[in-house]
């Protein structure tokens, strides 16, 4: 560990230390940023622009007085690099790290805290010194299941990015282990990547690219090629994927508050339309896609007559509909409910949604609210065969749970009794000791002053 007598006591000292030991990590060579390795890390890897890496520092003036330190707080510091959530310097240097590295940095002002410094612990245009350790990274994660993993090769140019509808020119590979399936220049539309043959992973990450940007995708099966494989790329099922992007050029679509209502229901017909497409293709995850744009740019719209009012409302209702039924083939039952409810808070009658509201329940073991959705949706509509058979299944269900209660709770009751009659018998027992052992002490107590009284 550097100690404080290690430290130069002046900036230009501290320099030339550095600069003969150490290595400028800054990329136009301006001293910013001067590394020396203190110990080497693991070969490998580095960090990537976006990574979530994990670091224990000591930060310390050129004169040797330590003004922060993660250790002394007993906890690591986390951070995602690149991204301007630290000092310059630490970007900088921690991209140029291997896992396990300790180094020591000397920071010019501008890489550090500045002209302005930092209030009762760094004095104004100071340069500083820090000992960072490298503990760990990981990719970014992008959705919450952590199914799509991106790790930026080459930072992008801007601040926007593609939105839904956008076209999109790339570069792409794909790999699968180490063997490449996939390499080409490919345009397409963001949410309707399908048709192109590329994974709804590489579509739902083209929202958090730039221009220019060039990344690395690791695609768990649910976001590359599911349960099915891709034949035509010699690609299995259930596999992990990688894919290199490079975000070329875009277009970006209109966004929802740049359109007007005539815009925006016209393109909700083609967006249903599409919708429609993937899911009798059994693409419900891109089939969601389309039904919740249409939902995001309808559900706060007024119309502004009854015709108008009432399309809106159709495209409203189909789409959570849709998704309902989506989110059964999907088996998640949960938002599947949530989607019928939405329905029905809007029509309390629809039959649609209170059968695969029903539908939903029962397959959550719910058997009781199911019941209760189907024998509403006979209250609209007599003849449903349907939900007559589901009735039927709800009512088995229900005393096949209300006979496996009985049978549990008989059991246990029975445990009970025998447990209490075995606590009874071993009282009883005891009881009988200590009586025994009483009489026995009272006998012997008995004798032993028969025989120290005089005759």
Request: hydrophobic residues 35%; proline residues 3%.
């Amino acid at each position: 560990m550097t100690t404080d007598q290690d430290l130069p006591m002046d900036h230009q000292s501290a320099t030339a230390l550095f600069a003969a030991k150490g290595i400028d990590v800054t990329t136009n060579k301006d001293q910013g940023v001067i590394k020396v390795i203190k110990r080497a890390g693991v070969d490998g890897d580095r960090p990537m622009i976006g990574d979530k890496v994990m670091v224990h520092y000591t930060g310390k003036l050129v004169t040797g007085k330590k003004f922060d330190c993660s250790r002394e707080r007993k906890e690591p510091f986390c951070f995602h690099v690149g991204k301007g959530q630290v000092l310059r310097a630490w970007d900088i240097a921690v991209l140029s790290m291997q896992r396990g590295e300790v180094c020591t940095l000397l920071c010019k002002p501008e890489y550090a805290y500045g002209a302005a410094g930092n209030p009762d612990k760094i004095p104004p245009s100071s340069s500083v010194v820090f000992e960072l350790e490298l503990i760990k990274f990981e990719g970014e994660v992008l959705t919450g299941d952590g199914g799509i993993v991106r790790r930026i090769k080459v930072k992008g140019e801007g601040y926007t990015n593609p939105n839904d509808g956008s076209i999109v020119n790339v570069h792409l590979e794909g790999r699968c282990g180490d063997r490449l399936f996939d390499c080409r220049d490919v345009s397409f539309i963001v949410s309707q990547a399908e048709d192109k043959s590329i994974p709804l992973g590489v579509d739902r990450a083209m929202d958090k690219m730039q221009k220019g940007e060039c990344c690395l995708l690791y695609l768990k099966p649910k976001y590359g090629f599911g349960s099915e494989g891709k034949p035509e790329y010699k690609i299995g099922p259930d596999k992990d994927i990688v894919y290199e992007i490079t975000l070329k050029d875009f277009q970006r679509a209109k966004d929802s508050w740049e359109m007007d209502l005539k815009e925006k229901l016209d393109l909700s017909a083609e967006v249903k339309s599409k919708g429609n497409q993937y899911f009798k293709a059994g693409r419900y995850y891109q089939a969601v896609i389309q039904y919740q744009r249409i939902i995001s740019w309808l559900e706060i719209e007024y119309g502004t007559g009854d015709m108008q009012q009432k399309k809106i409302q159709d495209y409203i209702l189909t789409s959570h509909l849709n998704l309902a039924l989506c989110f059964l083939r999907l088996k998640e039952f949960t938002q599947a409910v949530d989607n019928c409810n939405k329905v029905i808070e809007l029509d309390e009658n629809n039959e649609k949604a209170l059968y695969r509201r029903g539908e939903a329940r029962l397959r959550r073991n719910e058997f009781s609210l199911a019941l209760a959705d189907f024998q509403q949706v006979l209250q609209v509509n007599s003849a449903n065969r349907a939900a007559r058979a589901q009735i039927s299944i709800c009512q088995s269900k229900i005393k096949e749970h209300h006979e496996k209660d009985k049978k549990t709770y008989a059991n246990m009751f029975q445990k009970f009794a025998e447990r209490d009659a075995k606590t009874g018998k071993t009282k009883r027992r005891r009881d009988d000791s200590a009586r025994t052992s009483f009489n026995g002490e009272v006998s012997i107590k008995q004798r032993r002053r028969s025989q120290e009284c005089p005759s």
